[in-house]
């Protein structure tokens, strides 16, 4: 079984893809760094790839394969219309979930 | 390449041993393509998938194995992945509660009903089908209104408080308790597993077998080496002459469980099978109730383990139908 180091990223996994396929069009591993380097995770392949071919077979992100100056091709995805629809539904969900998190683990700490 | 941490190595690190894993048919590759078409996927889709999953091993520069692991393992774990998202299509609106359940699958908004999950294996003949089944013990309702189908090649789960009625309602599934109100048709070839008794104490294992097996129309050696066939790919050895009742908690539900399979029915329905199973047991089960499933089995199992969930198709909320 293939886990992501912090189980509760799964749920928001889509929603960081999108939100950085928007940015700009990437690959699997440019978007692993990316996440990376946000220190939101180290997303195993096992995990990431199925997700990136998940979006894909949802239509919300669409992808074009690129050769690379060094090495072999690379798929970039890029967000589509609808994929940017979920993202923003997704967007609004996870800054509920967010608020509601502070609130409760800020209600104590303040005193 | 050894030591690869969890995540993505750098791609500048390791380049030189690229060659060899990213064409032909051979090797993880292969594998992971053979272990897609032995799930049913087809041929054409298989061959993109594992083709797609060495080229992005290959923009990585990692060797699949490292990325993915053991390649059998993956293309599973991928086609569950896949299937996850799949829209709950025979799921009545109420009975489906995604924010609660599965927090996995994030955006029920972007999913088109009744889409057809590309690659997944297409529902087969209905197996089951119940229609405002409910029941009542005197005057109060357990249950009321229940409608529910289920499919070859699918896996429904039953959820709910204890006290809602699962177990009653598997029972009328099975035909072992009448319904007040509704009516229920199944397939004829129907294993039924108990959450607890279902066997005898004072028999063996292999007296199990023989005993269930000529209940179903088993001559006693098919039945017996049958019996040792379901119960090994439950880790499980049954040792001649041990009676049942000194079996673990765990290993008589594996007992169930083989009983319940025995006859190679076409739907199974499993009462929390896993009581008293340890974890690796219990991850073993799911892969027997994923292999039934890509076996074109239809399976129902009743469970209050709700992370147990991103394995099945449909979930009815058997509290939410109230």
Redesign the interface.
């Known amino acids: ?2 886990t992501a ?1 912090r189980p509760w990223l ?3 996994l ?2 960081c893809l999108l939100a950085m396929l928007r940015e700009r069009p990437d ?3 440019g978007l ?2 990316r996440l ?1 380097a946000a220190g939101v995770a ?5 995990t ?4 990136l ?2 979006l894909e ?2 239509g ?1 992100a669409e992808p074009r394969w690129q050769p ?1 100056e060094s ?5 970039y995805y890029a967000v589509t219309e ?1 994929g940017r ?2 993202l923003d ?2 967007v609004a ?1 996870w800054q509920r979930f967010r608020d509601g998190i502070d609130l409760l683990v800020t209600a104590g700490a303040a005193r | 390449m050894s030591g690869t ?4 190595p750098d ?1 500048a690190g390791d ?1 030189d041993g ?1 060659d060899g894993w ?1 064409g032909g048919r051979d090797g993880w590759t292969g594998r992971f393509e053979d272990e897609l078409l032995r799930l049913g996927l087809q041929p054409a889709r298989a061959r993109r ?1 594992a083709e ?2 060495a ?8 060797a699949p194995d490292a ?3 053991p390649a059998h393992l ?1 293309a599973r ?2 086609l569950t ?2 299937n ?2 799949a829209p709950p299509a025979a799921v009545p609106p109420r009975a489906t509660q995604p924010g609660a359940i599965q ?2 699958a ?2 029920p ?3 088109q009903p009744g889409a057809v999950r ?2 997944a294996i297409q529902p087969g003949p209905v197996r089951l089908r119940l229609t405002g089944v409910g029941k009542r013990y005197r005057r109060r309702t357990v249950f009321s209104g229940v409608d529910l189908t289920v499919r070859a090649g699918e896996v429904t789960a039953i959820v709910g408080a204890n006290g809602c009625g699962k177990s009653t309602l598997l029972r009328i599934c099975a035909g072992l308790t009448r319904p007040t109100t509704g009516t229920v048709h199944r397939t004829r070839r129907v294993g039924f597993v108990p959450q607890d008794g279902g066997t005898a104490g004072w028999l063996t294992a292999g007296e199990h077998f023989r005993l269930f097996g000529a209940a179903a129309g088993l001559a006693a050696r098919r039945a017996g080496s049958t019996g040792e066939h379901l119960a090994a790919r439950l880790a499980w050895r049954p040792e001649p002459g041990q009676l049942a009742q000194h079996l673990s908690g765990g290993t008589r539900q594996k007992l169930n469980l083989v009983l319940g399979e025995l006859h190679a029915p076409d739907l199974l329905l499993l009462d929390e099978p896993y009581q008293g199973f340890d974890q690796g047991t219990y ?1 073993d089960f799911w892969k027997q109730v994923l292999a039934w499933r890509d076996a074109g089995k239809a399976v129902v199992v009743v469970t209050h383990l709700l992370h147990d969930l991103q394995h099945v198709n449909h979930v009815h909320d058997l509290g939410a139908a109230q």
């Open positions: 079984m293939v180091p799964h749920g928001f889509d929603l690959y699997g591993y692993a760094q990376a180290d997303v195993p392949g096992g990431l790839y199925p997700a071919l998940r077979q949802q919300l690379s090495g072999p091709r690379r798929k609808a629809a979920a539904a997704q969900e | 941490p969890p995540g993505l791609p380049r690229r990213t998938l797609e999953t080229q992005q091993a290959a923009e990585s520069a990692t990325l993915f692991g993956y774990h991928l992945e896949l996850t998202a927090p996995g994030i955006q908004g972007a999913i590309p690659g991850l």
